[in-house]
């Protein structure tokens, strides 16, 4: 199974239960490099996808500066 559930808010309001699974150690990959650099993330998925996955991630805002979606 996933490594962890998160809640998703589709645009159209409609919530669902997103299984992911997290590279290991990716947490730790994270700080480091938010420590001496500024992290920019760049993903194909939608918004609302990406942001409950990387506000798992970095649920603080301090690690990654910059998001960037599939719109963008």
Request: charged share 20%; net charge negative.
């Amino acid at each position: 199974g996933p490594d962890v559930r998160l809640p998703i808010t589709l645009p159209t309001g409609e919530e669902i239960q997103a299984g992911i699974n997290i590279h290991p150690f990716a947490k730790e990959c994270l700080l480091a490099a938010g420590a001496n650099f500024e992290v920019a993330i760049f993903t194909a998925s939608h918004q609302c996808y990406a942001d409950a996955v990387l506000n798992y991630l970095d649920p603080t805002g301090q690690m990654i500066k910059h998001r960037y979606y599939r719109d963008n």
